[in-house]
């Protein structure tokens, strides 16, 4: 994992994340975000980049709070990306576009992982619906509202923004969402009654065994 106490290690880090994210399937060519707080400003993806082949130039600096004048090629999330930031102690934000995830965006409100490791890191993942929902202000504003209490949230038909202290834990917060998805699609095709994980790791009506005499 690249060093992140330089911009030239941090452009590198969003290199790497915006690599994986494109190798993983969770975005398209021209599509999501990725930021990173650092001494009271952020540094974030300009708008139209492309995070699987990022340069230096397609990370841009920008302030951090009310009132300052945005770098003007900043990415057109910025607002939702400030909001969390402000809202929340996040020291990453990342807007990907999971297709699992906003797949279950348009038949439920919250996302409960059926799988155990979902429902250890995520427990559950709510879903934000908006009649706008790119470059949204309600979006923003609910974001940074439930970002406080879970770690990655679904905006409905659209994509997640996850957090992180770095961008390598939003990274795995957002493959974690996206692999719990994809395996309650699965569950919901076998057409078999199933029930999500406890998010201590066990299954409903079960108790943990005992280590040890």
């Given at each position: 994992?690249?060093?992140?106490?330089?911009?030239?290690?941090?452009?590198?880090?969003?290199?790497?994340?915006?690599?994986?994210?494109?190798?993983?399937?969770?975005?398209?060519?021209?599509?999501?975000?990725?930021?990173?707080?650092?001494?009271?400003?952020?540094?974030?993806?300009?708008?139209?980049?492309?995070?699987?082949?990022?340069?230096?130039?397609?990370?841009?600096?920008?302030?951090?709070?009310?009132?300052?004048?945005?770098?003007?090629?900043?990415?057109?999330?910025?607002?939702?990306?400030?909001?969390?930031?402000?809202?929340?102690?996040?020291?990453?934000?990342?807007?990907?576009?999971?297709?699992?995830?906003?797949?279950?965006?348009?038949?439920?409100?919250?996302?409960?992982?059926?799988?155990?490791?979902?429902?250890?890191?995520?427990?559950?993942?709510?879903?934000?619906?908006?009649?706008?929902?790119?470059?949204?202000?309600e979006v923003?504003?609910?974001?940074?509202?439930?970002?406080?209490?879970?770690?990655?949230?679904?905006?409905?038909?659209?994509?997640s923004f996850?957090?992180?202290?770095?961008?390598?834990?939003?990274?795995?917060?957002?493959?974690?969402?996206?692999?719990?998805?994809?395996?309650?699609?699965?569950?919901?095709?076998?057409?078999?009654?199933?029930?999500?994980?406890?998010?201590?790791?066990?299954r409903p009506?079960?108790?943990?065994?005992?280590?040890?005499?």
């Amino acid at each position: 994992m690249p060093e992140r106490t330089t911009k030239a290690g941090i452009v590198r880090e969003f290199q790497w994340v915006g690599r994986e994210l494109m190798a993983l399937g969770l975005l398209s060519l021209h599509a999501g975000n990725l930021s990173v707080r650092r001494n009271g400003r952020i540094l974030i993806t300009r708008t139209g980049s492309r995070l699987g082949h990022l340069v230096a130039d397609d990370v841009v600096e920008t302030p951090l709070g009310p009132g300052n004048r945005p770098h003007p090629r900043a990415s057109m999330e910025l607002p939702t990306h400030l909001a969390i930031y402000e809202g929340t102690g996040a020291g990453a934000v990342l807007h990907a576009h999971p297709p699992s995830a906003i797949a279950l965006s348009f038949v439920t409100d919250r996302i409960v992982p059926m799988d155990s490791e979902g429902a250890i890191v995520l427990r559950e993942v709510p879903v934000i619906r908006a009649r706008r929902v790119v470059a949204s202000t309600e979006v923003a504003r609910q974001a940074a509202t439930l970002l406080r209490d879970h770690r990655v949230v679904v905006v409905a038909t659209h994509g997640s923004f996850a957090v992180g202290q770095s961008l390598e834990e939003a990274l795995s917060v957002t493959t974690t969402l996206e692999m719990s998805a994809k395996i309650s699609l699965m569950v919901r095709a076998l057409g078999v009654a199933a029930h999500p994980a406890h998010p201590e790791g066990t299954r409903p009506g079960t108790r943990r065994r005992r280590r040890g005499p």
